[in-house]
């Protein structure tokens, strides 16, 4: 009896640790981000309170003449995410289908699959130096066909190379959802005399909907946080392009090539609020990504 009682007061004692470690690490995450909050405010405050709303209306950056607004690089940074994510996510999703729907053969699904991670496992700058060899070129005679200036480098460049980078990361997701579907619901389907194409569209886009979601999303969070590959082909001009041909500027290239060099306060300081602004920015579009997809879940 004393046996038995000792052997369930160890169990409740590795429960509670259980619960209190998971509990400590809860807290931990959540004052990291409070912390990180607090930190990027402190380091803002000087900025905003002495630029106010002209750091979100204006349309000029130029530190050389102590003119600081984010408007030209949100627009950057949301046009490259953007595009980014309309090119990536349909091959995503055409690459996810063919590995699970399309090749049966196990050999030849291993190889595919092994070739996308291989994708993600590249380094951003090696993605950045292949967009300056191969990308760059083919944009220069595009530019040059519209009669602009033969630079290259610009938002269409990065926004590629962005949405190849992303392609690996959405298409396994959304890869991984797609076997979750029941074989029995899908070989119903054949039985029933429906093609391939049908099946796909009457089954597994219906079922795997919230999959694609959040592939879009994760390829979105790429988009809007990548930094090397993007400061390497999308010019750095810190202005609002009028279309994707032009230079631009995104949030992160420019705190990663200028910040080393913000010796002014003021100027450091606007740099911080700028990274305050990325990560509003992927907060929201986290936060309205997570409203989708439990949107969709209680529409099935």
């Known amino acids: 009896m004393v046996s038995r009682l000792t052997k369930i007061d160890g169990i409740q004692a590795k429960e509670l640790a259980f619960k209190s470690a998971l509990f400590l690490a809860g807290i931990f995450v959540v004052s990291l981000m409070g912390a990180a909050i607090i930190t990027l ?102 530019q ?56 796909t569209k009457t089954v597994i886009l219906p079922y795997a909907k919230s999959g694609i979601i959040a592939g879009g999303i994760l390829a979105l969070g790429r988009a809007l946080g990548e930094t090397m590959a993007v400061s390497m082909l999308i010019g750095n001009v810190n202005h609002i392009p009028q279309n994707i041909l032009e230079q631009g500027n995104t949030i992160s290239s420019l705190l990663v090539t200028e910040f080393q060099d913000a010796i002014d306060p003021l100027y450091h300081s606007s740099l911080i609020v700028l990274a305050l602004v990325l990560f509003g920015v992927t907060t929201v579009m986290s936060i309205l990504g997570r409203r989708i997809i439990i949107w969709f879940q209680s529409k099935n």
């Open 144 to 199: 040059l066909y519209y009669d602009m200036p033969p630079y290259g480098v610009s938002m269409i460049s990065a926004l590629i190379t962005l949405a190849i980078m992303s392609i690996p990361f959405a298409a396994a997701l959304i890869r991984e959802v797609i076997k979750t579907i029941p074989n029995s619901l899908i070989d119903a389907t054949y039985a029933l005399g429906a093609t391939p194409y049908e099946m």
């Open 41 to 142: 405010g402190i380091g803002a405050w000087p900025a905003i309170t002495k630029i106010g709303t002209h750091f979100i209306t204006d349309k000029e950056w130029n530190p050389t003449l102590n003119q600081y607004s984010s408007l030209p690089l949100v627009c950057g940074t949301v046009l490259v995410a953007i595009g980014a994510l309309g090119i990536a996510l349909p091959v995503a999703i055409a690459v996810a289908l063919l590995t699970t729907v399309i090749i049966k053969n196990r050999k030849i699904q291993k190889i595919l699959n092994s070739g996308l991670d291989i994708l993600s496992a590249i380094p951003s700058v090696v993605f950045g130096l292949w967009g300056l060899t191969t990308i760059v070129p083919l944009i220069r005679h595009v």
